[in-house]
């Protein structure tokens, strides 16, 4: 299977700053990457993706870069603002052709302090 | 357009009752899964439907079974539960176009506490 490890757990910023979490993964014919925030006591609602095709990918404020020699992938949030505040969750593909599934991390709590 | 919906919300079992999850979809999707969430430990897949017809085991499907009922619906069933298994439950789905994992929607999740 897949292994993806999240770092770090809590992640506190000021308003405006930016935020950064990082994610590495094991096996290298993992082809799509996810990011998932959640709120509290809420469901995990897809942000962004990537594809190993590609190494960088924008919307707005949210970025997502990809390693694909490393084995990491990062997702960067800038000019934060306390709508950010959330749990963050990356994930990983795996699997046989058409039968893949998605391994995801523990989590990053992300605090936007006002 | 209801997406992914689950019942019921919020459940609380005694240890050695059985019960069924309910999860359907309304966006002809191929695929579905079960996740348990438990704090610290992200998502674990349960057990998976690549497609109709087809299950397979997750990453800890000790204690479930499941049954896809047909393209829309997939159940997962607890036959004697465990402290252990108190945690939130997600049905996802997804629509796998070629083979390929694409954005998985989520349900709201059911809350089950085992006594």
């Known amino acids: 299977g897949e292994n993806v490890e999240q770092h770090p757990s809590t992640l506190s910023v000021q308003e405006g700053d930016s935020a950064v979490i990082k994610c590495t993964y094991s096996?290298?014919?993992?082809?799509?990457f996810p990011w998932y925030k959640q709120e509290l006591g809420k469901r995990p609602q897809l942000i962004i993706d990537i594809r190993s095709n590609v190494g960088e990918k924008k919307d707005q404020r949210i970025a997502v870069t990809l390693n694909k020699t490393a084995k990491h992938f990062s997702l960067h949030i800038t000019e934060t603002q306390p709508e950010d505040s959330a749990v963050y969750f990356c994930?990983?593909?795996?699997?046989?052709?058409?039968?893949?599934?998605?391994?995801f991390g523990t989590g990053t709590r992300l605090t936007i302090i006002p | 357009n209801a997406g992914v919906t689950q019942t019921p919300k919020f459940q609380v079992l005694k240890t050695g009752q059985s019960m069924t999850l309910q999860c359907a979809q309304d966006?002809?999707?191929?695929?579905m899964y079960w996740y348990r969430q438990d704090p610290g430990m992200g998502l674990r897949l349960i057990y998976y439907?690549?497609?109709?017809?087809?299950?397979d085991k997750g990453e800890v499907p000790n204690g479930y079974n499941v049954s896809r009922l047909n393209k829309r619906e997939f159940s997962l069933r607890l036959e004697s539960a465990a402290p252990s298994q108190t945690s939130v439950y997600f049905c996802?789905?997804?629509?796998?176009?070629?083979?390929?994992?694409?954005?998985?929607?989520f349900g709201p999740g059911t809350r089950l506490l085992v006594l």
């Open positions: 966006m002809n999707h191929n695929s």
């Open positions: 096996d290298s014919a993992s082809n799509y």
């Open positions: 994930a990983a593909s795996w699997g046989n052709f058409g039968n893949e599934k998605l391994t």
């Open positions: 996802a789905s997804t629509r796998l176009a070629g083979g390929a994992q694409e954005t998985q929607y």
């Open positions: 439907s690549a497609s109709e017809g087809t299950t």
